[in-house]
């Protein structure tokens, strides 16, 4: 079975540039978060997928960051316009759900390393 | 301190050694979890353990949480030079909107030296 695969596994851009970061959870998954570890700091949450809907999004940093997941398989997480201080791992985790996905692990992709210069 | 904070930050033994991370939270918890990170690579789950449950085994690890001191241990026995990574503990809340939501701490680095 396929685990949770992120594209691109790297991404250097320019500040002001738009990037694109992508996960495919694994299948059959209906839970689906965004983590960011900014250097030196905790991994952090960022929001939350139930299928295509957003259940919590308290953690994305601000509005340019724009997060969407048609049809409620891949999801893709957008910055625009980048900024420097948006350098980080963008991890991408799903479950199942099982109940309400309480005492369920995750499952985490490789993470998707964004360098903004 | 942070939620989830870990202690100490780095830790460096030799092969055969046990080695202890600790893990500090502040708020009521439905469970917490560590997970261990090779360089460059994802996250993998070690191991979960309820808010009810005090102590927990899986393999060479083995996890400790008093939910009273709000704190955790995990402790791996017979230290291999694989074992060298990042571990990271992180709790799953109680209620809230995002079910499933962790909250990570910074995570201690061991090296384990063959």
């Known amino acids: 079975e396929a685990g949770v695969t992120q594209f691109p596994s790297h991404s250097v851009i320019e500040k002001g540039q738009t990037v694109t970061l992508r996960c495919d959870p694994i299948?059959?998954?209906?839970?689906l978060y965004w983590y960011r570890r900014v250097m030196g700091k905790e991994i952090k949450f960022l929001l939350h997928f139930v299928k295509e809907s957003k259940q919590d999004e308290s953690g994305m940093p601000n509005n340019r960051f724009l997060a969407e997941r048609t049809g409620g398989t891949y999801s893709t997480l957008k910055v625009q316009p980048a900024e420097l201080e948006d350098s980080g791992v963008y991890f991408c985790?799903?479950?199942?759900?099982?109940?309400?996905?309480?005492?369920?692990?995750?499952?985490f992709g490789q993470g998707t390393r964004l360098t903004v210069v | 301190s942070q939620q989830g904070e870990e202690d100490p930050q780095a830790l460096s033994i030799q092969e055969g050694e046990n080695a202890t991370m600790n893990c500090s939270y502040k708020?009521?918890?439905?469970?917490l979890q560590w997970y261990r990170q090779n360089s460059g690579r994802g996250l993998v789950h070690l191991i979960l353990i309820r808010s009810n449950e005090r102590e927990k085994h899986s393999g060479r690890l083995r996890v400790t949480l008093d939910t009273s001191k709000k704190s955790s241990s995990l402790l791996i026995t017979a230290s291999r030079a694989a074992d060298t990574a990042s571990y990271f503990c992180?709790?799953?809340?109680?209620?809230?909107?995002?079910?499933?939501?962790?909250?990570f701490g910074q995570g201690t680095i061991l090296t384990v030296h063959p």
């Open positions: 299948s059959g998954h209906d839970n």
């Open positions: 992180a709790t799953q809340g109680r209620g809230g909107t995002s079910y499933g939501k962790l909250t």
């Open positions: 985790a799903s479950s199942q759900i099982l109940g309400q996905a309480m005492n369920t692990e995750a499952f």
């Open positions: 708020t009521s918890i439905n469970n």
